[in-house]
């Protein structure tokens, strides 16, 4: 019998170590979007590949595809971000104690402390739940950054809902038009803010066909119309620029083309009354040259061959929008009865302008050359210290998350965006918390509160009937203060009743005006 066991474990480890000798498609795939890895960092990614795998085994997506799959998918997102192997790995082990059969002692134990923090940060995010009020919009999303504590975790859970947009066609038709308004309203938001706006146009233009079904048709017909003459405009606008930089001696140069998403569009439209005629940037042709210099004498070479519109030349190098956007905009006449939008700028402003916080914290950073190093990102990840360089995950989140969301508000930069910047700034955190009920609805409760407020702010009949309570699912006294971030449980029954004690210690007037009512009542029925 040993013998056989024997047998056994060495014909494992034999598969074992085949397996790790043929790269997999997958992780191939994951390796091929990455540039500069060393061993040790495709090592890392190699390990959480195998352990995801293993933890997911014969598990299965909505759309009956191996779950491990949406592993491959989100990490791949994450090497197109730029991201690190730390990070990398992390994204590919996000869903293995949550969905699959890991414990966070494996983690710990394989991986190590800094990617259990990330993981375990990502899990915490998907209790946040959209309770579909657009009201409250704000301070979920003020909810997501205090709760993820460390940029990175934010990113993994774009990552993630990024892959799950793009499947959504397999989810129950409710839960999907919740999902697609979450990220319309919470995710792609902050993925702008953080200046990730690759990732913000593809999660704004996944939700916008299942958020807002009837103006997405009408805008895709505009656009369909629209972008086919664009792109052939904009085909020759290039050839013929190229060749005028070109006879002025400009060598090191390359373009790209942009084309506007379908919800920023649709965005736009309204902000226009529905006039697409007044919208010029539809599409751009991108310049990018190596140097700042360079920058300028595209511009004159530029103007000097075609006719700039009046009120549309814009030196973001110069001066920089608020959030550190760098570029130069001019929209020009083609010559043909056209317009054109042209963009210039260095690789590194390119970089920056796309990736945003995402390109401060990834391998590309080292190649982006010449680094604005004063730019909001920078700060922005100096100020909650967490660099690519392994950092100590962050405990404490009230040491943190004020700070970081001060830089958020500081630097934000959009004009037509709601109160976000202005409510920041009232340094909401330093008087409200934001609890959750076992199913994930927030809760916003002053500092100080207890669960007999939680009870009543969730019903009266709750407070009324309230006899006990779970904090995290350990049963804890009426009076016990609340922290941000905690699972609340309210147990009641048939004997439960409010006590004149309770307005000792409860911090809400909604509580406290429940309480005397319902002792008032007890009262007058005793009489
Ligand atoms: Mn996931």
Redesign the pocket.
């Known amino acids: 019998m040993k013998e056989v066991e024997e047998l056994a474990y060495k014909e494992a480890q034999k598969v074992k170590k085949r397996q790790a000798k043929k790269i997999p498609d997958g992780l191939q795939e994951i390796y091929d979007r990455t540039s500069g890895f060393d061993q040790k960092a495709k090592n890392l990614i190699r390990d959480a590949y195998f352990f995801a795998q293993e933890a997911h085994e014969g598990q299965l997506r909505k759309s009956g595809e191996p779950y491990f799959i ?2 491959v998918a ?1 990490a791949k997102n994450l090497a197109d971000l730029g991201m690190d192997a730390k990070v990398i790995a992390a994204g590919i082990l ?2 293995s104690i949550e ?1 699959g059969v890991a414990t966070e002692e494996q983690l710990l134990y394989e991986f190590g402390e800094e990617i259990l923090f990330l993981v375990d940060g ?1 899990t915490k995010l ?1 209790r946040v739940r959209y309770q579909g009020m657009r009201r409250h919009n704000e301070s979920l999303r003020k909810l997501f950054v205090a709760t993820s504590r460390d940029v990175r975790v934010l990113i993994i859970k774009f990552a ?1 809902r990024l ?2 947009m793009s499947t959504l066609e397999h989810v129950r038709e409710d839960k999907r038009e919740r999902i697609a308004t979450e990220t319309l309203e919470i995710y792609a938001p902050l993925a702008y803010r953080l200046g990730i706006t690759t990732l913000s146009k593809q999660l704004e233009d996944l939700s916008f066909p299942y958020v807002y079904p009837e103006e997405y048709k009408k805008v895709r017909e505009i656009l369909k119309e629209r972008s086919k003459q664009t792109l052939s405009k904009l085909e020759r606008m290039d050839r013929s620029i190229s060749k005028k930089l070109a006879a002025n001696g400009m060598r090191k140069f390359r373009t790209t083309n942009r084309i506007k998403g379908t919800y920023s569009f649709y965005r736009k439209l309204e902000r226009k009354k529905g006039d697409a005629d007044k919208i010029y940037d539809i599409a751009a042709l991108r310049i990018i040259v190596p140097t700042v210099a360079d920058c300028y004498s595209v511009l004159g070479i530029v103007h000097q061959n075609y006719r700039p519109m009046v009120g549309r030349i814009k030196d973001y190098i110069a001066v920089p929008k608020p959030n550190g956007y760098r570029s130069i905009h001019t929209t020009v006449f083609t010559g043909d009865g056209g317009l054109v939008e042209l963009q210039i700028r260095t690789e590194a402003m390119h970089l920056d302008a796309e990736l945003g916080a995402a390109s401060h914290l990834g391998y590309k950073k080292r190649e982006g050359g010449d680094q604005n190093v004063d730019s909001w990102a920078v700060r922005l990840m100096g100020r909650f210290g967490s660099t690519p360089a392994g950092n100590k995950p962050l405990k404490d989140p009230k040491e943190v998350a004020p700070g970081w969301i001060d830089s958020l508000a500081d630097h934000s930069d959009n004009p037509e965006s709601d109160s976000f910047q202005t409510e920041l700034k009232d340094d909401f955190f330093g008087h409200q918390i934001f609890v959750f009920t076992p199913l994930g609805e927030v809760i916003v409760l002053p500092e100080g509160a207890t669960p007999v407020d939680f009870a009543f702010q969730v019903h009266s009949e709750v407070g009324n009937k309230m006899s006990g309570v779970k904090v995290n699912e350990k049963m804890v006294s009426l009076d016990s203060e609340l922290k941000n971030g905690d699972i609340i449980e309210v147990l009641t029954s048939k004997q439960g009743r409010p006590t004149v004690k309770w307005l000792d210690f409860v911090k809400t007037n909604e509580a406290r005006r429940k309480i005397r009512s319902f002792i008032e009542r007890e009262e007058a029925e005793k009489r």
């Open positions: 949406h592993l989100t996000h869903d969905d990502v998907g993630d892959h799950n």
